[in-house]
């Protein structure tokens, strides 16, 4: 079965300082993985994903993750907070084949403050 | 293109009422979901379809109906709404082929109240 914890509901970093949010997975299968963000009242904009191939993945707005299969995480960091990335983040994990092909399977998020 | 767009953005209902929410999308996808929002739960899928005419229960399909009568079309409906059905309610479509089927496209999201 696929599932998905975020170790941390809230973080809070100052602006300038870097940024890392934890995700762990458990998958019965060689999953895919993403984030996705989510500012306030909006709807989910990807981030990033990793489908198997380079571990170190890159996104959007400087963010990038790092997929390491014997620990089962995929945590998200950025070098240098921006006050625009306070928002909430969302890991996922796809489903596998058979009945779960194309479901995701959301973690419950994380919630990043960014001081000035 | 407009992608992924929901109708409507926002909806007061008082207990016991109906309503439908409406997903249209423009890429020709043949999965879509519907997924609720609710805070410190993430996105919890509700319903999808695998195409025209197939609907499949997801993790909290309860209270829910589904219809996809058209492929661009996904409709969420509530027969009889109740106060736990006060979310954030979001459709979402992808490819059917992997690794594709991964990448959904996700739709501004509808808020509903029910009172």
């Known amino acids: 079965a696929q599932s998905v914890t975020q170790l941390d509901s809230h973080v809070s970093v100052s602006e300038g300082t870097p940024v890392l949010l934890r995700c762990n997975y458990s998958?019965?299968?060689?999953?895919?993985l993403f984030w996705y963000v989510q500012h306030p009242n909006k709807g989910l904009q990807l981030l990033l994903k990793?489908?198997?191939?380079?571990?170190l993945v890159k996104g959007i707005n400087g963010f990038e993750a790092e997929f390491k299969k014997s620990e089962t995480s995929f945590h998200l960091t950025k070098p240098s907070a921006h006050m625009s990335d306070a928002a909430e983040y969302f890991c996922?994990?796809?489903?596998?084949?058979?009945?779960?092909?194309?479901?995701?399977?959301f973690g419950r998020g994380t919630q990043l403050t960014v001081w000035p | 293109n407009a992608g992924v767009t929901q109708t409507p953005k926002f909806r007061v209902l008082k207990t016991g009422q109906s309503m439908t929410l409406l997903c249209a999308q423009d890429?020709?996808?043949?999965?879509m979901y519907w997924y609720r929002q609710d805070p410190g739960m993430g996105l919890r899928l509700i319903h999808y379809?695998?195409?025209?005419?197939?609907?499949a229960k997801g993790e909290v399909p309860d209270g829910y109906n589904v219809s996809r009568l058209k492929k661009q079309n996904f409709l969420l409906g509530l027969e009889s709404a109740a106060p736990s059905q006060t979310s954030v309610y979001f459709c979402?479509?992808?490819?059917?082929?992997?690794?594709?089927?991964?990448?959904?496209?996700f739709g501004p999201g509808t808020r509903l109240t029910v009172l």
């Open positions: 979402a479509s992808s490819y059917s082929r992997e690794p594709l089927v991964n990448e959904q496209f």
């Open positions: 998958s019965s299968y060689s999953p895919s």
């Open positions: 990793y489908t198997s191939a380079a571990t």
């Open positions: 996922v994990v796809s489903g596998g084949r058979g009945s779960t092909l194309g479901r995701l399977y």
């Open positions: 890429m020709n996808h043949e999965y």
């Open positions: 379809s695998v195409g025209e005419g197939t609907t």
